[in-house]
Structure formats: C-alpha cells, structure tokens
C-alpha cells in the first residue's frame, strides 16, 4: 500500500478549515434508533482497495451514516443502495455496509467524497467545497492505478471537473447526465450516474437495474 495514503486520511480525519461543517458535525444528535453509538463527528476519509482502477467520488458523509460510521456511505440508504449494486458487479465482497468492522472490502475500486464533513441540508458550501479540494486532489494523485472516475450526483461531477481543470484539461461544455461518459487525455475516463440518495431511489429516478448498467459499462471499460 502507498502510505501515503493513510497518511492522508490520518490528517482528513483532523482537520477543521470549516467553522460551519465542525459545529455542525459535532452538534448532531443521535437518533433515537442510535442512541446507544457514539457518532464519529469528524471528516470522514475515503477507503478501499489502494491499487483501485476505479474511484467513486460522492457529495459527503450524511450526517447519520459517515458522521455516525466513520465510514463513507456506510450505515445509510445511500449506502444499502450503492452496495448492493457494487457487490453485484463484483467490486465489493458483500453487499452491506453498517459499521467500519463489517467485513466489508471493495475489490478494484476506492470511495471517497468531494466534501468530507457531514453538511446541514446535506449542502456544503462553495467555499467549503474549495477548501476540501486539496484532499481530493491529494487522493486523485496517490491512487496512481486509477483509470476511470465515477461521479455519484452533480456536485462530484462538478468536483472532479475542477480538477481536470486544475491539471490542465478543458472542459468547456461538458454537461452532467446519468450515464454520461466522457474520455480524456492524461486523465482518468469520467462517467456519469445519479446520486443513490433516496430522493433519486424512492421516487425512480434512479433504479438499481439504471446503476448497474452504470457499473457495467465501467467492469467493461477496465477490462478492455
């Protein structure tokens, strides 16, 4: 393993450049299902397999799952959702996520989030979104194995278009859309898919048949 990359997620876990996301984070009380947990209530590092050719990036932890977990999309629907999809298609070995000592390991692919604190209204800020950049960037460059980029909702979209943009790459008139996929020079392949939130679940905007299709499309282009 590169270790740089524990070291990386050593320092995620300590920091707070942003007053709103740590009173917030710190602040949140537990429901009454998880009344008997001590919520984790700091930045919430990525995790996976370090030789990943894949990474997923998310929005951010949600306040009782990551926040209470410690672990991305780890003890919420989002999480149910993205899991079962990923260990259909053969990137985790099991297809739920409750706590960091679960068992659970993601084969060839590596989660982290564009924001890495738990925000009110799960809505980070621009300027939350700026100063939490420097982490993706960190990671994007330590998981040196990566070859496609799957961005869960907008905001990761977003995210991971500012980085091209940082190294160099023009992304004028690039457009988010589920299933969307977009080819770089010297840079990861991006694709597309909505947020597994139960807003885009429960109402069937997002199905588990449209995910995996996703899913596929990316075990395909990793093979080739």
């Not at 984790?40 to 397999?49: L, R, S």
């Not at 977990?69 to 409750?98: C, V």
């Not at 496609?148 to 992304?171: P, W």
Request: proline share 6%; hydrophobic share 35%; glycine share 8%.
């Amino acid at each position: 393993m590169n270790k740089s990359l524990p070291l990386l997620n050593e320092k995620v876990t300590k920091c707070e450049l942003c007053p709103r996301l740590v009173k917030y984070r710190e602040s949140v009380e537990p429901r009454k299902a998880f009344r008997d947990q001590t919520y984790w209530k700091k930045p919430v590092p990525g995790f996976g397999d370090p030789k990943a050719q894949l990474l997923i990036i998310g929005l951010a932890p949600s306040a009782h799952g990551g926040n209470r977990t410690g672990r991305i999309f780890t003890g919420d629907l989002s999480g149910d959702f993205l899991f079962k999809a990923l260990y259909q298609e053969g990137f985790a070995n099991q297809a739920l996520s409750r706590d960091k000592n679960d068992g659970l390991e993601l084969m060839n692919a590596y989660i982290t989030a564009a924001v890495k604190c738990a925000p009110p209204n799960n809505k980070p800020t621009a300027l939350e979104k700026r100063t939490c950049f420097q982490y993706l960037t960190q990671e994007m460059r330590l998981l040196s194995n990566v070859k496609a980029i799957l961005t869960l909702g907008r905001f990761a979209f977003e995210a991971y278009l500012d980085f091209l943009k940082s190294v160099g790459q023009n992304v004028k008139g690039l457009t988010f859309e589920h299933g969307k996929k977009y080819h770089f020079e010297n840079a990861p392949f991006l694709f597309c898919a909505y947020h597994p939130s139960p807003q885009n679940t429960n109402t069937g905007k997002l199905t588990m048949q449209q995910f995996c299709a996703v899913l596929r499309g990316l075990n395909a282009f990793l093979r080739k």
